[in-house]
């Protein structure tokens, strides 16, 4: 089974420790590896671009070396290929290459400067979620004490996006700015690694009403696994499996996806400890569901957002 995983922070350990090797087979450091991807069959990962909450004066440079990283680290020897736009895509999924999809979590060292996106547009994000958990020149994040919105910047830097075809991700944002988008974007917008509220009531899950209307606006949401996101002690994979039932009771079967969070976390839900994992989730899942169902969650329900919603090429 072909699996996209739209979240993971292996760029902030190579940032961090500039020793790891992505490609090192025995590579004990990173829940995402090359070789973990290769065994549960990760077609495409998403690379995130997190610039750590102990970095108090993150600068535009920050993001430089974390692409530098990408591009050395990463892309260079060709075993996995950039995702510019649906002709990229389509060349990963008739190849032999898996394919990396870069994003940036948390827009605070672009500080309003249109230039700085274009930037990044050129260098390969194609997803940006514009706040970690607090607030930022363009919006409040979910655990700001405010609780505001966006910005009059944020609000332009939203149709600077929708312009450029930079997806937007809204799952760091606070309640208000979440709306912000819903009300502004002309594109759809995704979730990346955001459960279901109702089933645990974690700020960062998403309520019914914040994921009606993201499904409405033909946007996809990221099951994440992150255990607290999860259940609130005890986390184990049948407690994630009801975040899936649940979302698919408000009609996104065909909208959800995985968005594992791999490498931004320290403690993990036994049995999905790192990338070469998913088969675990698949065994659970088809207790409950047909394998096309699986194959929608795990691959197909990303792919069809990305071949409409990356630029053409």
């Known amino acids: 089974m072909k699996i996209i995983d739209g979240h993971c922070d292996v760029l902030l350990k190579m940032f961090e420790n500039s020793s790891i090797d992505f490609y090192d087979p025995l590579n004990a450091e990173l829940d995402v590896s090359f070789a973990k991807m ?43 290929a950039l995702i510019r736009n649906r002709t990229d895509l389509n060349n990963v999924m008739n190849g032999s290459a898996c394919g990396a999809i870069l994003t940036l979590e948390g827009a605070d060292a672009i500080r309003n400067h249109s230039l700085y996106t274009q930037i990044l547009f050129h260098l390969g994000v194609r997803l940006i979620g514009v706040t970690w958990n607090y607030a930022n020149w363009a919006a409040d994040g979910v655990l700001e004490p405010r609780q505001g919105g966006f910005s009059r910047e ?48 974690h700020p960062r899950n998403l309520d019914d009403d914040q994921i009606r209307a993201l499904l409405l606006q033909k946007g996809v949401i990221g099951i994440t696994f992150v255990p607290w996101f999860v259940k609130e002690k005890g986390a184990v994979i049948d407690d994630l499996v009801r975040h899936i039932e649940h979302i698919c009771a408000l009609g996104g079967e065909r909208q959800l ?30 207790k409950y569901y047909k394998d096309e169902w699986i194959e929608g969650f795990f691959f197909r329900n990303w792919y069809d957002f990305l071949r409409v919603n990356l630029p053409p090429g």
């Open 38 to 80: 290769k065994r549960s069959g990760v077609k495409i990962q998403f690379f995130a671009i997190y610039l750590a909450e102990s970095m108090k004066q993150p600068n535009f440079d920050h993001y430089l070396e974390y692409i530098n990283i990408f591009y050395q680290k990463i892309i260079a020897n060709g075993r996995i």
């Open 154 to 201: 944020g609000k332009r830097f939203i149709k600077e996006c929708n312009d450029l075809g930079i997806i937007l991700d809204v799952s760091h944002l606070s309640v208000k700015s979440f709306w912000d988008v819903a009300d502004l974007s002309q594109k759809p917008f995704v979730a990346t690694h955001s459960n279901a509220k109702e089933v645990c009531p």
């Open 257 to 286: 996806v995985l968005g594992s969070d791999f490498d931004g976390i320290s403690q993990w839900i036994p049995g999905l400890e790192n990338a070469g994992q998913f088969a675990h989730l698949a065994q659970h899942l088809s």
